[in-house]
T-cell receptor, first 117, second 110 residues
Framework: AAGVIQSPRHLIKEKRETATLKCYPI?????VYWYQQGPGQDPQFLIS???????DKGSIPDRFSAQQFSDYHSELNMSSLELGDSALYFC????????????????FGQGTRLTVV | EDQVTQSPEALRLQEGESSSLNCSYT??????LFWYRQDPGKGPEFLFT???AGEEKEKERLKATLTKKECFLHITAPKPEDSATYLC???????????FGAGTTVTVRA
């Protein structure tokens, strides 16, 4: 079965540079979530989109922005990168409308490991 | 704000030694409680969701039981391949984001 696809898998950037992370949700899924997971920490919610509109916002820095496109893929843009931005960034997707209750379960991608040097 | 607390932080088991993990939560209206398994450097892998107190779900050697304030994940006769971090997350009625606990890292020795 198709899963959530994230690219790139690994990314190394220097401080103050910009990074763009991409997420391709499971086909039919209408909701995308972004999470940041630091070393040894639990995933922290950043932002989510439902039907291409921002639906919820968590602890996302102002330096970060995200959007969901017409094909439902999403991109997380990160500017003025700092050393503390080094983390695993996960995207998850789910189907909120038109499916069963179980379809609201969120399935995660393999993540993008961002290293800022 | 939704809060999820998992205990213990780490659990070292001998192969075949059954044990339980705990997830305590406070949420303003629970839509669902999720269990994920995460291997180092990989994305959380969905295990199951529980929706109401009294519900139980099983998957292979794992069994989850939900109460109004806690969820227990019991591992029966674990094998080394069960070694992973087990994450508990809650989803509130008012929104769909998942709030995660810090996880329990389970290590099963052969």
């Amino acid at each position: 079965a198709a899963g959530v696809i994230q690219s790139p898998r690994h990314l190394i950037k220097e401080k103050r540079e910009t990074a763009t992370l991409k997420c391709y949700p499971i086909p039919r899924h209408d909701t995308v979530y972004w999470y940041q997971q630091g070393p040894g920490q639990d995933p922290q919610f950043l932002i989510s989109f439902y039907e291409k509109m921002q639906s919820d916002k968590g602890s996302i820095p102002d330096r970060f922005s995200a959007q969901q496109f017409s094909d439902y893929h999403s991109e997380l843009n990160m500017s003025s990168l700092e050393l503390g931005d080094s983390a695993l960034y996960f995207c998850a997707s789910s189907l909120l409308v038109g499916g069963d209750l179980e379809d609201t379960e969120a399935f995660f991608g393999q993540g993008t490991r961002l290293t800022v040097v | 704000e939704d809060q999820v607390t998992q205990s213990p932080e780490a659990l070292r088991l001998q192969e075949g030694e059954s044990s339980s993990l705990n997830c305590s939560y406070t949420v303003s209206g629970l839509r669902g409680l999720f269990w994920y398994r995460q291997d180092p450097g990989k994305g959380p892998e969905f295990l199951f969701t529980l929706y109401s107190a009294g519900e139980e779900k099983e998957k292979e050697r794992l069994k989850a039981t939900l109460t109004k304030k806690e969820c227990f994940l019991h591992i029966t006769a674990p094998k080394p391949e069960d070694s992973a971090t087990y994450l508990c997350a809650v989803q509130a009625v008012v929104d769909y984001k998942l709030s995660f606990g810090a996880g329990t890292t389970v290590t099963v020795r052969a």
